[in-house]
């Protein structure tokens, strides 16, 4: 009979601990919903408090490049939040970029959130940094300073500018064939040649033709915020005192046989008059005879629009400019003739010839001009005062280059060599220059051939290419820009998502995936047809043209009708050339593409700015110039947030 | 005797059980509360927030977003329900309008048009 009753206990027993052990298992079941419910909220805030900072902190750094205000460490309360900002070096075709990462924790949840932003200067930051970026565009002028920010001048900006270092310069060929005819006024040698005797007449005003052609220089000077033309005058003020003869007066008019000469002498031989000219320093022609087809007439007329510029029986120079102009910091470097008016000495010589007389020597020159002291002087001048010439090399006045280190490249005439120009009359003749543009970078000549427009530029010293090989040769096919923020219209509530008890006892929750899938495109880069090409120091600025190329995916995943709707349209691009990378301005090649890929908002919001502003490139980008005044704004980066991930970090002192 | 002590423990255990499941149940629905209040607090600072991401002045009750006095582009807001007016949730979806009186108080921070960039703009 006390079987069945220990049965009963038994078994009453066993279903007590069965309900105990029911029971244990629902509350640890119910701590794990309280648990869940708790995290997520943490999570909630822990988001929210991580979006905020990584904002604020991204807004600092976008409107000013730096952080100039801390940003909150408890957000919203209960929540602690942390940022750093990292560097990542670059890495084969991405370039360098600064990670703004934030980590916020609510309770044991930890939300991390990390902005990866690409940085885009105007120029090199390091030394003279008051950069700007003129667009000269006429009435629509532009400028972007230091900050990359276009805005529009009041200053009316022609095209042609040049800078390097210093202000823009501004080069135009006018017509200069009524100008004032320079005069000397001499004592003219006659030649007898029954008698060999030299005698001379006169006085008679010897008539050099005026250029036909002259280059007229600006300079644009910033006065306080407002940019102004100056005008530059010419290498010397030639509007010297107006002839004092009493007419008539023998009036004698050189002729200049086309742009060739060098020298020109006149005599009297007899009644007539002889001239000639001749490119070598010492004349060639000996005797009447040689030169008798050269003889004139000696006019008899009144003086024409002509200046006395006899220097009391001095030799005479002047310079007329012509030609390239090449900008370095404040100063311009200006092809010229170089003329020089040696009049007749008169007295006895030793052997009388015909080609005893005053000789007018021309020969090409380099000037500089100084704008801080507004003086012009000679920088390179084979063509001495006693009239003798150290070098019969002839540069090619439509190329003038100047090298940061004092150098002056061209290339002479014909043949096309490379010259260096040093010191005052010291010239180095180099290899031949190919067909193309001649242009410094990092004081060594490079040439743009626009036949080799994909492989960029060609360095004469190696013959290495200055290519695009820094940039990314393809988009890739996840693009996950837009897609972590939710957008309007495509709101989405988050979800929590699977627990996971890290090694540090914190719950941290694994990223949410959301990416946009694109077919992957091939890029093409190549310099735009009639781009500027400007250097300065390690910065090289240039305009890109940028397309995908190919008519079908790479990627078998993409059919080619998802392939053509995805594809940009590509464009045009300010591209600069930091010495290792080339950088896409203003903001960046991520930027550049998604302006194609990702579709705007469908309505533009109320308080968008005005038309006009959504700019791919400014106005007069095709003539970009960038030059330096010092006291403008500094450089100021600007940063484009190129990717946002969540994935769990460390900070660098932990 | 025996019995009856049999009885008493289980009746002991099964009380307790059905005493704690009720309490369980109790739970979950209060569970079930936050978590729509989690729903709405995320909706509304989803929503404001991408107003704030596209560039809008204004929230979505019309009311202004606060303006940051060092950078004008970066506008804040409280996900605070208190004082608004909520005639918008009955724009939505049923099941986003429960509990949308009653969204946890977070203090938001948005930069306007994180993601447009221009020549002539920061």
């Known amino acids: 009979m006390r079987k069945p009753r220990g049965n009963v206990m038994l078994t009453a027993l066993f279903v007590s601990v069965f309900l105990f052990f029911l029971s244990v298992a629902l509350l640890y079941s119910n701590r794990q919903d309280i648990a869940l419910s708790l995290s997520m909220e943490h999570q909630l805030k822990a988001e929210a ?128 064939t009524s100008a004032d005819q320079p005069a000397f006024r001499d004592n003219i040698p006659l030649f007898v040649p029954a008698t060999g005797e030299l005698f001379a007449f006169g006085p008679a005003l010897s008539v050099i033709p005026a250029p036909t ?66 490119r070598d320093p010492q004349p060639s022609a000996g005797s009447v005879e040689e030169i008798q087809d050269t003889l004139v007439t000696i006019p008899s007329t009144a003086p024409g629009p002509a200046k006395d510029w006899s220097g009391g029986g001095a030799p005479s120079e002047w310079f007329v400019l012509r030609g390239a102009v090449a900008p370095l910091k404040n100063d311009l470097y200006a092809h010229a003739w170089h003329y020089l008016y040696r009049p ?28 801080e002291e507004g003086v012009w002087e000679k920088s390179w001048a084979p063509l001495d005062s006693s009239g003798d010439v150290s070098t019969d090399v002839v540069p090619d006045p439509g190329i003038l ?14 043949e096309r060599r490379l010259l260096t120009m040093t010191g005052q009359n010291e010239v180095d003749v180099g290899e031949v220059v190919p067909n193309g543009q001649l242009f410094l970078y990092r ?87 009639g781009a500027p090409i400007q250097t300065e120091g390690r910065n090289l600025w240039t305009l890109l043209d940028i397309e995908a190329v190919g008519e079908e995916s790479i990627d078998p995943l993409w059919s080619t009708e998802w392939y053509k709707a995805n594809k940009m349209e590509g464009g045009q691009a300010i591209a600069r050339f930091d010495g290792d990378r080339w950088h896409i301005l203003p903001n960046g090649l991520n930027n550049f593409l998604s302006r194609n890929r990702i579709d705007p908002p469908p309505e533009p919001p109320p308080d968008d700015p005005p038309p006009g502003n959504d700019l791919n490139l400014p106005p007069g980008a095709s003539n970009f110039v960038v030059a330096d005044y010092p006291g403008l704004p500094g450089l100021v980066p600007k940063y484009t947030i190129i990717a946002v991930e969540q994935d769990p970090f460390k900070f660098l002192n932990e | 005797m025996e019995i009856l002590i049999a009885i008493l423990f289980i009746s002991i255990g099964f009380f307790g059980y059905v005493a704690l499941h009720s309490r369980l149940l109790h739970s979950g629905v209060r569970l079930e509360k936050r978590e729509q209040i989690r729903a709405a607090t995320d909706l509304i600072e989803a929503i404001d927030f991408s107003r704030g991401l596209l560039g809008m002045e204004g929230r979505v009750d019309d009311t202004p977003f606060t303006v940051d006095p060092l950078v004008p582009n970066l506008r804040s807001f409280s996900t605070d329900p ?28 948005v930069y306007r048009k994180p993601f447009v960039n221009r020549w002539n703009s920061r």
């Open chain 2, 82 to 109: 208190k004082g608004r007016s909520l005639s918008w949730v009955q724009q939505l979806p049923e099941e986003h309008r429960l509990a949308a009186d009653q969204a946890l108080p977070l203090e938001v921070k």
């Open chain 1, 49 to 176: 408090a991580a979006r905020s900072v990584a904002m604020e902190a991204f807004g600092q750094l976008r409107e000013f490049g730096e952080i100039r205000r801390n940003v909150p460490t408890e957000p919203v309360p209960g929540v602690t939040a942390r940022m750093q900002l990292v560097r990542t070096p670059a890495q084969e075709n991405r370039g360098e970029l600064l990670l703004l990462q934030v980590r916020a924790t609510s309770g044991v949840v930890s939300s991390y959130l990390t902005f990866h932003l690409e940085e885009s200067f105007l120029a090199e930051p390091e030394g003279q940094t008051s950069k700007v970026m003129l667009f000269p565009g006429g009435e629509e002028s532009g400028a972007a300073y230091g900050d990359l920010v276009w805005t529009q001048l009041e200053t009316s900006l022609p095209g042609g500018l040049q800078a390097n270092g210093g202000p823009a310069f501004r080069a135009e060929t006018v017509d200069t």
């Open chain 1, 213 to 278: 052609e002259q280059t007229k220089l600006q300079w644009l000077k910033l006065n306080g915020e407002q940019f102004d033309w100056v005008e530059i005058p010419y290498p010397f003020d030639l509007s010297g005192k107006a002839p004092e003869f009493e007419p008539p007066v023998t009036v004698l008019d050189w002729t200049i046989p086309g742009q060739g000469w060098s020298n020109a002498s006149v005599q009297g031989v007899g009644d007539q008059l002889l001239t000639h000219t001749w």
């Open chain 1, 344 to 371: 007749y000495s008169g007295g006895a010589v030793a052997t009388p010839t015909a080609l005893n007389g005053p000789v007018l020597t021309r020969w090409p020159c380099i000037l500089k001009y100084t704008t």
């Open chain 1, 443 to 529: 004081n060594q000549p490079y040439i743009y051939d626009p036949a080799e427009a994909q492989l960029g530029f060609r360095s004469l010293t190696d013959g290495s290419y200055l290519g695009f090989q820094t940039l990314p040769d393809r988009v890739p096919g996840v693009a996950g820009m837009l897609a972590d923020f939710p957008q309007f219209q495509s709101l989405g509530i988050d979800e929590a998502g699977v627990l996971d008890l890290s090694s540090e006892g914190a719950i941290e929750l694994p990223p949410r995936k959301r990416q946009v899938m694109l077919p992957p495109y091939l890029l093409n880069y190549q310099v735009a047809d």
């Open chain 1, 401 to 414: 280059l100047a090298g940061s280190e004092g150098s002056l490249f061209g290339v002479t005439v014909g």
